[in-house]
Structure formats: structure tokens, C-alpha cells
């Protein structure tokens, strides 16, 4: 009795495997139990302040330049999601890990290889993955802001299924992670632990537009995103209005 919404599918995070050329590529769950390879470096709890050394378009930051960011990032996002879980009296169990990768299949989720010029969570290992070159050709190309989001969004799924959220389309679920990133990025802005330089919202937008879905892509199949509207709303809710925009219950 009850059910509402007619057929229902196999949550977003059953065997879910989505690749998308430019974009935050996610990979919402694993397929089966599956562990990476190999324990990958993580460090955390560094601040960061995005502004401080702004890079734009110029190429000129490094691999290893990136690498240190996005692990200030990844410690900026445990702090975050562990005061918001305290705040509601739970717990937050940092994501066990993040792995930069190279190579097409150097890093498995749930056994399969993570193809390049992706980033993902993989919530049968619990850790977010991410091709290292491309994810600093976005950012030379974007600007530095791009790091906050893409970590922010992938680190959002870790999230999502530590609070047991499966929607049943993929494109729900993604809308949500672009709202909690966006808000992830507001709330360390207004606490002062993000400066964001002049140009970063811009980015941010710049960045959005990129990985929106084709236009013909439709809402509901497998691996939809949202369009660049959609997305780019969901994370400027997120953004400026914080966690109660993104429907967490
Ligand atoms: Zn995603």
C-alpha cells in the first residue's frame, strides 16, 4: 500500500557505473564488493584558502601542486561533514580514503576499472578516485575553484550513502551532491575557512556549464547529471542557502 511513484528501479546506487567525458564523472556505487588495490596516500586537515594563490587558464600549476590541494580540500570537507553530523548528534565517518590514478584500470571499484578522465566515489570501497592529469587540465582550464567542487561533489556521495539516501534516479541523486558541494563551498566561505578570490563564483559557473548532460540526454536515464541549469541552480542553492536547500531530511 502506498506506493506512490508506479515501477520502481534499482536505486541509483545498484550497480551504478557512469563515465561522463567532461564532467564529474561519478560512479554512485560499487558493483560488488570490491576493494582498490592499494591504499593511497591521504592527508587531512590543512587549511586552504583557495584565493591565497589563485591559478587561472595559465598552466602553470603542477601535479603535485594539485595533489596538496585537493588533500587540503578533502581535510576541509572531514571537518565540515563531522561538525554537521555532530550538529545532529551523529557521528561522520571520514571516507576511508582518496586514490589519484593515472592509468585506465590502475584503480578498481567493485571490480572495474576506473576508466581515465574521470572522477568518482566508490562506495564499495569507500573511497573517492580521481584521474590526476585530467583533473588538473579542468582545473587549468577552469581555475582553482573547480578542485573545491569536484571534491566536494564526490565527497557528497560519500555522504549520501552514509545516510542511507538512494533516490531512483541517478540525476536526483547527482542534483543533490552539486547542492551539498555548493553548500560545502558556501558554509566554509562564510565561517572563513575558504577565501574565495575575485572570479571564483565565476568559475564556479564556468565549471558547471561544463559538465552539464547533452541537451538530448534524457532526465531519467542512467547517468544523467542534469543539464547545465539544473546543475548550476543545485549548486548555488546549495551555495547560498546551505544544507536545508538540499533536501537531506
Ligand atoms: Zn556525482
Known amino acids: 500500500m502506498g506506493e506512490k511513484a508506479g515501477r520502481r528501479r534499482p536505486g541509483p546506487l545498484a550497480g551504478l557505473l557512469v563515465a561522463v567525458v567532461v564532467a564529474a564523472g561519478c560512479m554512485g556505487g560499487g558493483l ?32 603535485a601542486e594539485f595533489k596538496q590541494d585537493f588533500s587540503d580540500a578533502v581535510g576541509i570537507a572531514e571537518r565540515y561533514w563531522t561538525d554537521r553530523f555532530r550538529a545532529s548528534g551523529k557521528q561522520f565517518q571520514p571516507i576511508r580514503r582518496v586514490v589519484p590514478y593515472t592509468r585506465s584500470g590502475e584503480v578498481s571499484c567493485g571490480g572495474e576499472g576506473l576508466p581515465r578522465n574521470n572522477a568518482v566515489y566508490c562506495s564499495a570501497g569507500d573511497f573517492i578516485a580521481y584521474d590526476v592529469n585530467w583533473s588538473v587540465g579542468a582545473f587549468r582550464q577552469v581555475g582553482d ?15 549520501q550513502v552514509r545516510l542511507g539516501i538512494r533516490y531512483n534516479y541517478t540525476i536526483q541523486q547527482e542534483l543533490q551532491a552539486d ?63 546551505s544544507l536545508d536547500a538540499c533536501g537531506l531530511g
Not at 145 to 159: C, D, K, N, P, R
Request: proline residues 5%.
Open 32 to 63: 560488488d564488493q570490491g576493494e582498490p588495490e592499494q591504499p593511497g596516500p591521504r592527508d587531512s586537515g590543512r587549511a586552504a584558502s583557495p584565493g591565497a594563490d589563485s591559478t587561472r587558464a595559465d598552466g602553470t600549476t603542477s601535479v
Open 145 to 159: 575553484a573547480f578542485l573545491f567542487y569536484l571534491l566536494g561533489h564526490e565527497y557528497a556521495h560519500g555522504v
Open 179 to 241: 547542492c551539498m558541494a555548493g553548500a560545502y563551498i558556501g558554509d566554509n566561505v562564510r565561517s572563513g575557512t575558504l577565501t574565495l578570490a575575485e572570479g571564483d563564483l565565476d568559475e564556479f559557473r564556468e565549471g558547471l556549464l561544463a559538465v552539464g548532460d547533452d541537451p538530448n540526454q534524457p532526465w531519467f536515464a542512467e547517468g544523467s547529471h542534469g543539464t547545465a541549469e539544473q546543475r548550476t541552480e543545485s549548486f548555488f542553492r546549495g551555495y547560498e542557502n
